[in-house]
């Protein structure tokens, strides 16, 4: 069974602390790994797709990677309004389109 | 371009009641999948359907139920409404083929009382 772990729980920075968020997983074989940030009372918003290991995608002051058995979401120099849960998915090549997720690291960036 | 349209936004049913919840997906977009969120569970899969097909199921008990209509529209079910059914169901769409990226809407926030 596709299993995915992502720590810390809960993370609180500085604004410009630059950190880094975990995403541990396990699949029999990865079509996919996905990384979301979901505001509360709102759904998810995309943010990066990663296929195989050594990939590396960025957006603004975030940084995806991905290694066979992790990923991690780098954020440089981080504004209050990065402020959110950020959640990892996974697709295994075995299951069509679902995602298992993490249960997300609640960041909070403050002043 | 429009996003993925979940309605209502929120609902108070009582137990022992059924609900019908509506998504519509992205133009152009064949896949829409469902989840159920809760603080204690995360995000889980209900189900997915494709060209209004079903075409694979997580594990929640048959009284979970969906459909898709022809324009990829599509609604979700849950009869016999428990107190522990009170979540946050989001819809995803996905252009389907081999993309990938799954796109969700803001979800409808159930409560049962």
């Known amino acids: 069974e596709d299993q995915v772990t992502q720590s810390p729980e809960a993370l609180r920075l500085q604004e410009g602390e630059s950190s880094s968020l975990n995403c541990s997983y396990t699949?029999?074989?990865?079509?996919?790994l996905f990384w979301y940030r979901q505001d509360p009372g709102k759904g998810p918003e995309f943010l990066f797709t990663?296929?195989?290991a050594g990939e590396e995608k960025e957006k603004e002051r975030l940084k995806a990677t991905l290694t066979k058995k992790e990923s991690f979401l780098h954020i440089t120099a981080p504004k209050p309004e990065d402020s959110a849960t950020y959640l990892c998915a996974v697709q295994d090549t075995g299951t069509a389109s679902k995602l298992t997720f993490g249960t997300g690291t609640r960041l909070q960036v403050t002043l | 371009k429009a996003g993925v349209t979940q309605t209502p936004r929120y609902l108070i049913k009582t137990r022992g009641q059924q609900v019908t919840l509506s998504c519509s997906p992205i133009s152009g977009h064949r896949s829409v999948s469902w989840y159920q969120q809760t603080p204690g569970q995360g995000l889980q899969f209900l189900f997915e359907y494709f060209s209004e097909t079903q075409r694979n199921k997580g594990n929640f008990p048959g009284r979970f139920s969906g459909r898709q209509f022809s324009n990829s529209r599509s609604e979700m079910n849950v009869s016999t409404l428990e107190l522990g059914d009170s979540a946050l169901y989001l819809c995803?769409?996905?252009?389907?083929?081999?993309?990938?990226?799954?796109?969700f809407g803001q979800g409808t926030r159930l409560t049962v009382v």
């Open positions: 699949v029999s074989g990865l079509r996919g």
């Open positions: 995803a769409s996905r252009q389907g083929g081999e993309s990938l990226e799954a796109f």
């Open positions: 990663l296929y195989s």
